[in-house]
């Protein structure tokens, strides 16, 4: 009989005895091995579901968890395929089950015993071969965040990232990263993004704070997460041990120095008397257009933003003159 | 003291030198506070520049066609803060002639702002397929994509971080307690009530995350 097996990539080491015991059974066992993504990975997967005989989901708090697997039992229960559950790892509750696979009898195999086996045997038996393929198909599952060929793709591309492009890679790689199966993948994608020549900073911020999550969360458990983190930072250079050169040294570096700090500051008075003073009007406040009129983000009740957004690439001077003939128009219409 | 000089553990310090010493810790203060003004600068033209268009969307409310022509030519130009504001102006001209369709070309043009990275859109669609509208359906999953933009867009307020908070406590992230631990610490320190609020609720943060 050919099987699919659905499990969470943490749960690998139990899968594969799991597989080793149904292939000495007599039967045929895919399940997804490779590290790759992207949707013709997904293609591949749902084209062994609607293939497989007889769908096994291997039940782990982890695989519970998983968008992935969850996308795929699914859709093997509208296939019209057996789903056989077994319990592999954890104390799972059947009330904590989707209620579809709470119906299902499934079997303990977390002590893989002959006694197990032979259950284990029986239930594949039982449940038999899956009937023809219901017509239409039902629609494919979309690929899960986790599997990120996608990702990969775009985050390898030469061609320069925009921001708006650059922020809905950092939300894909935020949800990818709920999705147990790839973490470490999504840890190395992050880093490859940060190693971008474009990226820019408000997006690099958003992505070490990612990292620091990643490391601090669930995923700090991962004995890979200390490889996903940044380059540790350089230790700052130690000053020369030796006091005896610095100490013959002194009355140079006093007068050097001297000379030094006086033309930064010099430098620093100028550039403050070069540059362009600062307006002391006190700034209005935008005009509340909040109340039932207002859209449903009330922005103009908000406090500021912590960062000036984005102008489409405008200009200081840009700005001051639209303002500046915003406010002409504004004098000529009263 | 000898002279014009100091003695301390055996190195001579000229009084040149304590001034210079006094210019080594100040000039580099001096740099650093011509930065600050430098960059305060920036911020203010963006502050003018973002009034400038708000008494704009003002004006154009009050029902000036010169100020709704400016506001629609700014936004077709494609400067995001007013395609927000042209949104926000079709998305109050619903209640009156227009209806649906005002609705539909104020998620058109908060669309475009969000889309070129400017966060108050991103809120004010989060804000939308949150609580839906007459001709939106609720959509959770949009909504959280909406905040999760909002706060990457640099929006980042007390309501930016609470709505993200519970849009991620909602759509069963729960196991993402720090983040929404953090969030939610980050807002209630403003004393914002609705921060507050699911923080130390039964029914929200705890619920999920514990005490």
């Given at each position: ?70 996308r795929e039992w699914r859709y ?259 | ?44 033209v963006d502050v003018d520049f ?162």
């Amino acid at each position: 009989m050919k099987i699919f097996v659905s499990y969470s990539r943490h749960d690998s080491a139990r899968v594969n005895t799991l597989q080793a015991d149904l292939v000495v059974l007599g039967h045929e066992v895919w399940f997804d091995r490779e590290l790759t993504g992207g949707q013709a990975w997904w293609d591949e997967i749902l084209r062994q579901i609607r293939e497989c005989e007889l769908f096994v989901f291997a039940l782990s708090p982890r695989s519970l968890e998983s968008p992935a697997c969850d996308r795929e039992w699914r859709y093997a229960a509208a296939l019209g395929k057996g789903v056989l559950p077994i319990l592999i790892e954890g104390d799972l509750s059947v009330g904590l089950f989707p209620p579809q696979l709470a119906g299902l009898q499934y079997i303990d195999y977390r002590e893989q015993t002959k006694q197990a086996a032979l259950k284990l045997s029986r239930a594949v038996e039982k449940i038999g071969v899956a009937g023809p393929l219901p017509q239409p198909l039902p629609p494919p599952p979309d690929v899960p965040l986790s599997y990120l060929g996608g990702l990969r793709e775009t985050i390898h591309t030469a061609q320069a990232l925009s921001f708006p492009e650059q922020s809905a890679l950092v939300i894909k790689l935020r949800h990818a990263l709920h999705e147990e199966r790839d973490s470490k993948e999504v840890h190395d994608l992050i880093r490859q993004f940060l190693d971008r020549d474009d990226i820019l900073a408000r997006v690099a911020d958003e992505l070490k704070q990612l990292q620091t999550e990643g490391r601090s969360g669930p995923a700090a458990a991962d004995p890979t997460a200390d490889r996903a983190g940044l380059a540790a930072e350089p230790s700052p250079p130690t000053p020369a041990a030796d006091p005896a050169p610095a100490k013959s040294a002194s009355r140079w570096f006093t007068h050097k120095f001297a000379w030094a700090a006086g033309a930064a500051l010099l430098l620093s008075v100028l550039v403050s008397m070069c540059s362009e003073p600062t307006t002391t009007e006190p700034t209005t406040t935008a005009p509340t257009t909040n109340g039932t009129s207002s859209p449903p983000g009330a922005p103009a009740t908000n406090p500021a933003p912590a960062s000036p957004a984005p102008t489409s690439g405008l200009g200081s001077e840009q700005k001051k003159q639209i303002a500046k003939d915003i406010d002409q128009l504004l004098k000529e219409t009263q | 003291m000898t002279g014009d000089s100091y003695r301390l553990r055996g190195l001579r310090i000229t009084r040149l030198g304590v001034v210079t010493a006094w210019l080594a810790v100040l000039s580099p203060s001096v740099v650093q506070a011509q930065a600050a003004v430098g960059a305060e600068g920036a911020d203010q033209v963006d502050v003018d520049f973002e009034n400038a268009l708000a008494r704009l969307h003002q004006a154009a409310q009050a029902g000036h066609l010169a100020a709704r022509d400016k506001l629609a030519a700014l936004a077709h130009q494609g400067i995001p803060a007013a395609q927000f504001r042209l949104g926000q102006l079709h998305y109050e001209s619903q209640a009156g002639a227009g209806g649906d369709r005002g609705l539909a070309e104020a998620i058109a043009w908060w669309l475009k702002a969000s889309s070129n990275g400017y966060g108050r859109a991103s809120m004010a669609l989060a804000n939308l397929y949150d609580h839906g509208e007459a001709g939106v359906a609720a959509d959770a999953e949009r909504a959280l994509h909406y905040y999760e933009l909002t706060v990457v867009q640099g929006w980042v307020n007390p309501t930016s971080q609470t709505r993200l908070a519970r849009a991620l406590l909602r759509n069963g992230q729960g196991k993402d307690c720090t983040r929404i631990g953090n969030l939610l610490r980050a807002a209630s320190a403003t004393g914002f009530p609705e921060a507050l609020q699911l923080l130390n609720s039964d029914a929200g943060y705890k619920a999920l995350c514990g005490p």
